[in-house]
């Protein structure tokens, strides 16, 4: 009788396994649908222990193994290993990488940064300044900074006088340092009116000029913004600004949603950009504090100007996220070395229509 309630048990929660995975053939932009994005990783480890359990419920029934459900439950495991494995796959060791690594070395020509989700509500401000201290990248991108987090950076000042600062009490603030000179900068709002983005010209050790992009678009939730529009909308709306940029890009932050998401795809398609993870793995950033419950959340993607010598996740700084570094090299050489993703006139009408609903959206908030 256990045994039948296990196996029936497995059959049911492998199914809805298999139907919130087939959710994002939809273009729906509800949280509920696009949430299914996140956890491909999880979904492949859970459909195998539902399997191994309910193949040991079918063993200790003492039932033959081989029937018609048995072979359906197989099947759905198989399915499920393929359908996240071949998203995800990109972002393991062993797929090609999409960002070249550094050959020689030129420290004039380089740039170390820093992406860090604060976490608003995080008191620890001397472990994280102390990390900072400890790694000393030449710009960080700090988010979720409201005006004490920003009183707490004031002491980074000697060694990053450049700063566009932008702090808010909603979770969105956000900060830009640099010790290299800011040659021009700007706070936008390109989709909602709290929400910052915050997009500068810094001059690096070598005199060349690069744009560096920080962002942090609001995610879909339960309660309020159910949908994804407005993140997706302002991802792509910097997509279409950078894509016809002649100066080397970085964009870095929080974009609340995972590196194999569609949006994330289409993203990298109209932009040109290189994601520097491709090939060297997943640096789930979120979430700190839960092993099983992780996702690649926080991102940096560069222009093909770029090589890679170093990428890493830094150690838990009392935030919900991992702050991550990335030291970057400008190589333009290697430029046609490094193709970027194609994209189609589908994409940018995709990505026209995103905007279209999100301004709408806006105006009638």
Known sequence: MITTII???????????????????????????????????????????????????????????????????????????IWHGIRIFPYTRIAP??????????????????????????????????????????????LEVNHRWADALESLSATYPHVVACPQENCYGMILASRFAIESSEIRYLVQSDIPSIDAVIRIKSGELIRVVGVHPRPPEPVRDQDSVPRDAELLLHAEQLREETLPVIVGGDLNDV?????????????????????????????????????????????????????????????????????????????HEQPAMTDTQEDHEEAEELIHRASESEANA
């Open 7 to 81: 196996s029936t048990l497995c059959i049911i929660v492998m199914a809805a396994l298999v139907a919130g995975s087939l959710l994002n053939l939809s273009n729906n932009p509800h949280w509920f649908v696009r949430g299914w994005d996140f956890p491909r990783t999880q979904i492949v480890g859970l459909s195998f222990v539902i399997t191994v359990v309910y193949f040991i419920s079918i063993a200790v029934s003492a039932k033959p193994i081989g029937t018609t459900t048995d072979v359906v439950m197989a099947t759905l495991f198989v399915f499920l290993t």
């Open 97 to 142: 990488r999409q960002s070249l690594a550094t050959e020689h070395v030129n420290d004039d020509r380089s740039i170390r940064i820093v992406v860090s989700n604060l976490l608003q509500e995080n008191e620890q401000h001397e472990l994280w300044l102390r990390t900072i201290r400890d790694v000393d990248p030449d710009v960080i991108i700090a």
């Open 259 to 335: 590196a194999w998401s569609r949006t994330t795809r289409l993203f990298l398609q109209i932009s040109n950009l290189l994601d520097p993870r491709r090939g060297r793995g997943f640096f789930n950033s979120f979430h700190a504090q839960h092993v099983w419950f992780r996702f690649p959340l926080d991102h940096i993607f560069h222009s093909r100007h770029f090589t890679v010598r170093e990428i890493h996740r830094l150690r838990e700084v009392g935030s919900d996220h991992f702050p991550i570094l990335i030291w970057l090299q400008l190589e333009p050489e290697k430029k």
